[in-house]
């Protein structure tokens, strides 16, 4: 019943197609029999049981191509009297006419299945058998004919043609659409990578910021006077609260990256950002004592990446610290002081190694290191139609010692 259900069309379509390659083929093996006007009883003998081999092989053809091309086997090109074309050998072998890749109107249906074999294939030992049981097949009837070396020649040659040419086309074929199948694959898997990428990043640049936020608030709301004990017991229970997400933010954006990481992407698209301005409103009306300096000129694109991230790292690991920004048109620069409270993140994240891998593909480079107590975070960017220095033969600065900001989410 298993191999039932396998011979059942999936559609009407195949149903059709097949019904019209059975007619075909009946047409075509008729040429090739008696006339059944003038000897209906050869034609009862040879065509009628020729169909039936047909029609089998037609059932099984689209399952299982080289069943069918067994089963057509009766109606191989054994005849050599017809070819594709016709030689000379006198100059090697005393022989003349003698056919080369003989050919019967059935030829193209066997050509076609031993195609669709080859295009199928996932083993190499049942064609392996199959061709040798055709082989045998060839043998015994150039033997049976006579054994002259001009049938030699016709049977190598349809054997050849008829079966082994379209068979290794098809293993081409097969090869090439397997390939391009894995090719959209690994296509689609980078798709998904770059899309994992871009949510860890994003979700890094804003709920990360958001939260660091969140703790400077709750933490100047604990150390505020006037509050009933009751209040600052809540405002430091929302700043450890606030941590503790950041710290389940940085383990949910490790997952994201990991297997991220390790993809050779294109430059991910950004998310609109918020400018350089806002993110100082914002940071100052959540409690941090940040000035701002922003010299003339264009903004570099990445200033509101950069001060965002100065801004993040400045909340989570100096809390109280007066923070200073200077953005100008190569230069953008957030420093902080020393913290004033304890700091509310804990140690690893991917902050500045993402900030990093932006501010290199852009030409750039990025500085960060303590200084006097606190921490800065520079990035020099080239000018607009700078020849990016690294690849002209400038030196690279110098890594800075890494310091609990440079470990930060």
């Given at each position: 019943?298993?191999?039932?259900?396998?011979?059942?069309?999936?559609?009407?379509?195949?149903?059709?197609?097949?019904?019209?390659?059975?007619?075909?083929?009946?047409?075509?093996?008729?040429?090739?029999?008696?006339?059944?006007?003038?000897?209906?009883?050869?034609?009862?003998?040879?065509?009628?049981?020729?169909?039936?081999?047909?029609?089998?092989?037609?059932?099984?053809?689209?399952?299982?191509?080289?069943?069918?091309l067994?089963?057509l086997?009766?109606?191989?090109?054994?005849?050599?009297?017809?070819?594709?074309?016709?030689?000379?050998?006198t100059?090697?072998?005393?022989?003349?006419?003698?056919?080369?890749?003989?050919?019967?109107?059935?030829?193209?249906?066997?050509?076609?299945?031993?195609?669709?074999?080859?295009?199928?294939?996932?083993?190499?030992?049942?064609?392996?058998?199959a061709?040798?049981?055709?082989?045998?097949?060839?043998?015994?009837v150039?033997?049976?004919?006579?054994?002259?070396?001009?049938?030699?020649?016709?049977?190598?040659?349809?054997?050849?043609?008829?079966?082994?040419?379209?068979?290794?086309?098809?293993?081409?074929?097969g090869?090439?659409l397997?390939q391009?199948?894995q090719?959209?694959?690994s296509?689609?898997?980078?798709?998904?990578?770059?899309?994992?990428?871009?949510i860890?990043?994003?979700?890094?640049?804003?709920?990360?910021h958001?939260?660091?936020?969140?703790?400077?608030?709750?933490?100047?709301l604990?150390?505020?006077?006037?509050?009933?004990?009751?209040?600052?017991?809540?405002?430091?229970?929302?700043r450890?609260?606030?941590?503790?997400?950041t710290?389940?933010?940085?383990?949910?954006?490790?997952?994201?990256?990991?297997?991220?990481?390790?993809?050779?992407?294109?430059?991910?698209?950004?998310?609109?950002?918020?400018?350089?301005?806002?993110?100082?409103?914002?940071?100052?009306?959540?409690?941090?004592?940040?000035?701002?300096?922003?010299?003339?000129?264009?903004?570099?694109?990445?200033?509101?990446?950069v001060?965002q991230?100065?801004l993040?790292?400045?909340?989570?690991?100096?809390p109280?610290?007066?923070?200073?920004?200077?953005?100008?048109?190569?230069?953008?620069?957030?420093?902080?002081?020393?913290?004033?409270?304890?700091?509310?993140?804990?140690?690893g994240?991917?902050?500045?190694?993402?900030?990093?891998?932006?501010?290199?593909?852009?030409?750039?480079?990025?500085?960060?290191?303590?200084?006097?107590?606190?921490?800065?975070?520079?990035?020099?960017?080239?000018?607009?139609?700078?020849?990016?220095?690294?690849?002209?033969?400038?030196?690279?600065?110098?890594?800075?010692?890494?310091?609990?900001?440079?470990?930060?989410?």
């Amino acid at each position: 019943m298993r191999y039932l259900r396998q011979l059942r069309r999936a559609n009407r379509r195949q149903v059709v197609y097949d019904l019209l390659l059975w007619i075909g083929l009946c047409v075509f093996i008729a040429a090739m029999g008696a006339d059944p006007f003038r000897d209906p009883a050869g034609f009862a003998l040879v065509t009628l049981p020729r169909w039936c081999l047909a029609a089998a092989a037609v059932l099984v053809g689209r399952r299982w191509p080289l069943a069918a091309l067994m089963l057509l086997l009766p109606l191989g090109p054994w005849k050599f009297s017809e070819g594709f074309a016709t030689v000379d050998l006198t100059w090697l072998l005393p022989r003349r006419a003698v056919k080369i890749l003989p050919l019967l109107p059935t030829s193209p249906f066997i050509i076609w299945y031993a195609y669709l074999t080859g295009r199928r294939a996932t083993r190499t030992a049942p064609a392996l058998v199959a061709f040798c049981l055709i082989t045998l097949v060839g043998v015994a009837v150039v033997v049976v004919m006579g054994g002259d070396l001009a049938l030699w020649v016709s049977m190598v040659t349809a054997v050849i043609g008829t079966y082994l040419v379209p068979y290794l086309l098809g293993v081409l074929r097969g090869r090439l659409l397997h390939q391009r199948a894995q090719t959209r694959l690994s296509v689609e898997a980078q798709a998904r990578l770059r899309e994992r990428a871009r949510i860890a990043r994003d979700m890094h640049d804003s709920l990360g910021h958001d939260l660091a936020l969140i703790a400077v608030r709750a933490g100047g709301l604990e150390l505020a006077p006037g509050l009933a004990p009751a209040q600052v017991k809540a405002a430091g229970e929302l700043r450890e609260a606030a941590s503790d997400a950041t710290e389940r933010l940085r383990q949910i954006i490790g997952l994201l990256r990991d297997d991220a990481e390790a993809a050779p992407l294109a430059p991910l698209e950004m998310p609109a950002e918020e400018s350089v301005p806002d993110l100082v409103r914002r940071a100052a009306g959540s409690g941090m004592a940040i000035t701002l300096d922003l010299a003339g000129g264009p903004m570099p694109e990445l200033a509101a990446a950069v001060v965002q991230e100065g801004l993040t790292n400045a909340a989570k690991h100096a809390p109280g610290a007066e923070v200073a920004v200077s953005v100008s048109p190569q230069h953008v620069c957030v420093r902080n002081g020393p913290p004033r409270s304890r700091p509310t993140a804990r140690r690893g994240g991917l902050g500045l190694t993402s900030l990093r891998e932006r501010v290199r593909a852009e030409g750039g480079t990025l500085t960060a290191r303590a200084l006097g107590g606190g921490f800065e975070l520079a990035v020099t960017l080239p000018r607009e139609g700078e020849e990016d220095p690294r690849g002209s033969g400038g030196a690279r600065e110098p890594a800075a010692p890494r310091s609990e900001h440079d470990r930060s989410t």
